[in-house]
T-cell receptor
């Protein structure tokens, strides 16, 4: 079973609209969560991390973490064509040498 | 911006042949990682390293070896390539657990 599960698999959003991505974990050892974004032909790049319960905002991106339910979400406000990409949720245990465990990703397409 | 460089970017290999994928990072990061990315499986960890001279098995190490001769370089070796190893391979580096991981642009390997 995938330890980090993402939904939906894909998402189409109008330009200027809001995209909402979800991620849940089945492993209570996971304490730290990241969102990575991968454009076609590139490697993943970290968007933001969230380690504490509540919201974290960086520009048009807001992450929300609920540690009790091991649920983390990412909301993209005012979506732009450049936001079209594959978004990964990743989680890690404290001081776990292997580092991050990735979900399967959500593909976001922003249409004009 | 952290730099991770992979070579080659594309490779076609024959079944049973030896393949070496190379990775160089100029960030002085302690940890380096090799992942493969396949549709339906996301990013899966093959091998990782804490520093020069160390290599550790990740989640899917079978059929792969790794070598970390220096802080900057980390190689992935397929001694006897098989078609099931056709994939996109990513090298990454980071300071360690709970910190951002920086990815290279990837190597597309096709084993025929």
């Amino acid at each position: 079973q995938q330890k980090v599960q993402q939904s939906p698999e894909s998402l189409s959003v109008p330009e200027g609209g809001m995209a909402s991505l979800n991620c849940t974990s089945s492993d209570r050892n996971f304490q730290y969560f990241w969102w990575y974004r991968q454009h076609s032909g590139e490697g993943p790049k970290a968007l933001m991390s969230i380690f504490s319960d509540g919201d974290k905002k960086e520009g048009r991106f807001t992450a929300h973490l609920n540690k009790a339910s091991l649920h983390v979400s990412l909301h993209i406000r005012d979506s732009q064509p450049s936001d079209s990409a594959l978004y990964f949720c990743a989680a890690s245990e404290p001081n776990y040498a292997q580092g991050l465990t990735f979900g399967l990703g959500t593909r976001v397409s922003v249409f004009p | 911006e952290a730099a991770v460089t992979q070579s080659p970017r594309n490779k076609v290999a024959v079944t049973g042949g030896k393949v070496t994928l190379s990775c160089n990072q100029t960030n002085n990061h302690n940890n380096m990682y090799w992942y493969r990315q396949d549709t339906g499986h996301g990013l899966r960890l093959i091998h990782y390293s804490y520093g020069a001279g160390s290599t550790e098995k990740g989640d899917i190490p079978d059929g792969y070896k790794a070598s970390r001769p220096s802080q900057e370089n980390f190689s992935l070796i397929l001694e006897l390539a098989t078609p099931s190893q056709t994939s996109v391979y990513f090298c990454a580096s980071g300071w360690g657990p709970n910190t951002e991981v920086f990815f290279g642009k990837g190597t597309r390997l096709t084993v025929v």
